[in-house]
């Protein structure tokens, strides 16, 4: 595979979103649990799936931005 091919651009586009996605959603999870007084272990489970859905959005968008900007050349 070429180091500048679509899929390689496509996976860090991915991959990038995902990490940003998830430093967000476990911020903003962690706020949410404290401000909302979420009980004992549920806490764990509210930041949990805050985090994988703020990632999974966030490298869902970046991906297909970057399947979009593909075929370009700047």
Same mark, same amino acid.
């Given at each position: 595979?070429? *180091?500048?091919?679509? #899929?390689?651009? @496509? ?13 967000? %959603?476990?911020? &903003? %999870?962690?706020?949410?649990? @404290?401000?909302? *007084?979420?009980?004992?272990?549920? *806490? ?8 994988? %859905?703020?990632?999974a959005?966030?490298?869902?968008? #970046? %991906?297909?931005?970057? #399947?979009?900007?593909?075929? *370009?050349? &700047?």
């Amino acid at each position: 595979m070429a *180091k500048d091919s679509c #899929l390689a651009r @496509v996976a860090a586009g991915i991959a990038v979103g995902g990490a940003v996605g998830g430093a967000v %959603g476990a911020v &903003y %999870g962690t706020y949410e649990a @404290v401000r909302y *007084k979420v009980p004992g272990v549920l *806490k764990i489970r509210h930041i949990g799936q805050t985090t994988l %859905g703020s990632a999974a959005v966030f490298g869902l968008f #970046l %991906g297909a931005g970057s #399947l979009i900007h593909c075929g *370009k050349s &700047y």
